[in-house]
């Protein structure tokens, strides 16, 4: 049976945020899709998200390694702000995803809390994690994984891109089958929404068109009051005959 690739993605500055630190790419063709979420203030957040993006994006299409993509853009942050005061304490998440329909295999590259989501038969799960103050507090039994969410404490961060001349690249990869269904996501959409929700929506991207699943999720995040930017993008690997 033939497969191909359906993807797609959108990003909002929310109900809160005067300005979208967040990034994002989607190349169907590819199977690549990257997201990235930058931290600093304006324009520095922005800048940083950019990079990182754009490096891990062009190291993908170039067939280099996800980890080298991803240290690349490391070194292209830190760089960015040598000589630049303005710019001093600006980083990024990144989570990437490249499907390869030719080895039906997926791989994931991530550094911070921007997330990976996989609904594989009837499983949903995150696939990436988050790299906080709190997930360590979690994996520690020191509070409840029910606590994380709500935790004051949750948006300090203990690995991003671009504050240090090197950073641990967390990689998972797998095998890939007709309908598996990956959600990438800024923490702007985990905010709002819980993971039971998300896998709800991941059901529905298997047989929906993406733009209104992403659309939807969208919307629905700004309803409910959207305090950060919002980025939600769905990869699918779908029947070749599907449109």
Sequence with gaps: MSLQIRAFGQ????????????????????????VADGMGGAPAGDLASSLAVQEVTKGLQAGEGMEESVLRANRKILEATLGQPALSGMGSTVTALKV??????????????????LLSDERFSQISRDHTMVRDMVDAGKIPASAEREHPLGHILNRVLGTEKTVAVDLVEGGVREGDCFLLCSDGLVKV???RELERWAREARSRPLERVV????????????????????????EGSQS
Excluded: C
């Design 100 to 117: 390869s329909l030719e080895e039906l295999t997926y791989l994931v590259g991530h550094v911070g809390d921007s997330r990976a989501y």
């Design 11 to 34: 990003t909002d500055v929310g109900q809160v945020r005067r300005r979208n630190e967040d990034t994002l790419a989607v190349e169907p063709p590819r199977g690549i899709v990257v």
């Design 193 to 195: 929404m819980e993971d």
């Design 215 to 238: 659309g939807a999720m969208v919307e629905e995040a700004n309803r409910r009051g959207a305090p950060d930017n919002v980025t939600v993008a769905f990869l699918v690997v779908a």
